[in-house]
Structures are given as structure tokens and as C-alpha cells.
């Protein structure tokens, strides 16, 4: 497929807007880049930012996100090194879509768990009204 001249089209098995939606749609990655949206931060402080993530991860995670063109790692010739991960032109246009995103989930979080809730006491109910007696 030539990835140029073809229109993109994520139900497209082929197409690389797959990839791409599966970078964003990576709950580490969207997770930085919203951790990013203020300015430059070192590894320390993403890692403190963005919580349970292993160093491993979050190293995978930013490599990922600089190779896509989404962040920008910079190195300071400095003792101790210092490095600093920031977003890229191209990483800030996924602040608007992801901010809103975020919007929704903290919205609508408590509808979610309240079905997550009825529909789990659904299948125990159904579990239990099965069994031979």
C-alpha cells in the first residue's frame, strides 16, 4: 500500500492510521503526552506524573512517542546528564482531542461503574438461577 497516495482509513487493515490509533489509544502514551501539555519534564518527574508505570514501560513509551514524532527528547552535556522529554508541534495537537476525552471519562465514570455493577450481579443471578439445586 502506498501510504502516500492512498486515503487513509482506519478499518483498513493495511493502513498505517492503525498504528497511529493504537499509539494514542495506549493508556501510557496518552497519559504522557496530557502530562507533557505544560512544558519540558524530566523522566523522574513523568514517572512520578503518570504513577504505577514501571521505568521500563514508560522508557518504551517515550521511545515510541519520539520515534512517532510526538515528543522531543532532549540532552543536557551536563554531570549529572539531564534529559528532558517535551512535546512536539505535532505531539500538542493531541492535546484538544485527548483533553476531551479526558473530560468524558471523568464525566461519565460513575454511569460506567454502575453498569459494570448491574450487569456483574446480572450474570452472578443468572449463574445461580442455572445450577441444579
Same mark, same amino acid.
Given at each position: 500500500?502506498?501510504?502516500?497516495?492512498?486515503?487513509?482509513? *482506519? /478499518?483498513?487493515?493495511?493502513?498505517?492510521?492503525?498504528?497511529?490509533?493504537?499509539? *494514542?489509544? $495506549?493508556?501510557?502514551? !496518552?497519559?504522557? *503526552?496530557?502530562?507533557?501539555?505544560?512544558?519540558?519534564?524530566? /523522566?523522574?518527574?513523568?514517572?512520578?506524573?503518570? !504513577?504505577?508505570?514501571?521505568?521500563?514501560?514508560?522508557?518504551?513509551?517515550?521511545?515510541?512517542?519520539?520515534? $512517532?514524532?510526538?515528543?522531543?527528547?532532549?540532552? /543536557?552535556?551536563?554531570?549529572?546528564?539531564?534529559?528532558?522529554?517535551?512535546?512536539?508541534?505535532?505531539?500538542?495537537?493531541?492535546?484538544?482531542?485527548?483533553?476531551?476525552?479526558?473530560?468524558?471519562?471523568?464525566?461519565?465514570?460513575?454511569?460506567?461503574? *454502575?453498569?459494570?455493577?448491574?450487569?456483574?450481579?446480572?450474570?452472578?443471578?443468572?449463574?445461580?438461577? !442455572?445450577?441444579?439445586?
Amino acid at each position: 500500500m502506498d501510504t502516500m497516495s492512498a486515503p487513509a482509513n *482506519i /478499518f483498513d487493515p493495511a493502513c498505517p492510521s492503525r498504528v497511529v490509533f493504537a499509539r *494514542i489509544g $495506549d493508556k501510557w502514551a !496518552s497519559l504522557v *503526552i496530557q502530562v507533557l501539555a505544560d512544558g519540558p519534564l524530566r /523522566f523522574s518527574q513523568l514517572k512520578s506524573m503518570v !504513577s504505577v508505570v514501571t521505568p521500563k514501560v514508560l522508557t518504551q513509551t517515550l521511545r515510541a512517542l519520539e520515534r $512517532d514524532g510526538l515528543l522531543k527528547r532532549t540532552v /543536557f552535556a551536563q554531570v549529572p546528564p539531564r534529559v528532558d522529554y517535551e512535546l512536539t508541534p505535532l505531539g500538542a495537537t493531541l492535546l484538544e482531542p485527548l483533553a476531551a476525552l479526558r473530560a468524558w471519562a471523568e464525566s461519565n465514570v460513575p454511569a460506567m461503574l *454502575i453498569a459494570r455493577d448491574e450487569y456483574d450481579d446480572a450474570q452472578d443471578e443468572a449463574l445461580l438461577t !442455572s445450577q441444579p439445586k
